[in-house]
């Protein structure tokens, strides 16, 4: 998918239709094992979270925290990557009600699936596919409210 801004560029998120998470982050720091989703239901449920219209579950904020942590979330994914989703979820709890429940790990642990990307012969960052998914999200919610769904 790719959306073109307004003031030119463009964001991309591209993955297969039946990509799974890396197997690297899929035990993650909670001991329970991911689900094993594709990427694209993680996509999917990352648009839902920031849309969610009854309130919020992620901060637009996230995104931008998270490629400020880029370079640190790349040194993690190099040396403990099952510590990943772990580190996502205190960065949702910092930019969101400030508690971690278990909500906090299905969002940490769908984000991971959605930033991680395999590149060759290693695992890199790319946050560009929160921005498409805020995106979606939010065009989804508007498209609800039009036809008479929670607004």
């Known amino acids: 998918m790719e959306l ?10 591209l993955t297969r239709w039946d990509q799974k998470a890396p197997d690297a982050i899929a ?3 909670f001991g329970t094992q991911d689900s094993r989703g594709t990427v694209l239901d993680s996509f999917l449920a990352v ?4 849309s969610n219209p009854t ?10 925290r ?3 942590l880029k370079a640190g979330i790349q ?3 190099q040396k403990a990557p099952d510590r990943l989703s772990k580190f996502l979820a205190k960065q949702v709890v910092r930019s969101s009600s400030g508690r971690e429940n278990q909500l906090t790990e299905v969002i940490a642990n769908h984000l991971a699936s ?7 012969q290693e695992l890199t960052v790319e946050t560009e596919g929160l921005v498409v998914a ?6 989804r919610r508007r498209s609800s409210a039009e036809k008479g769904g929670l607004q």
């Open 134 to 139: 805020k995106f979606i999200g939010e065009a």
């Open 75 to 77: 040194a993690i994914l």
């Open 66 to 68: 998270l490629e400020e």
């Open 27 to 29: 035990l993650n720091n």
């Open 55 to 64: 309130g919020r579950t992620v901060s637009a904020s996230l995104i931008y």
């Open 47 to 50: 648009a839902e979270f920031f």
């Open 114 to 120: 959605v930033i991680v990307v395999p590149s060759f």
């Open 4 to 13: 073109d801004k307004r003031s030119g560029g463009s964001r991309r998120f």
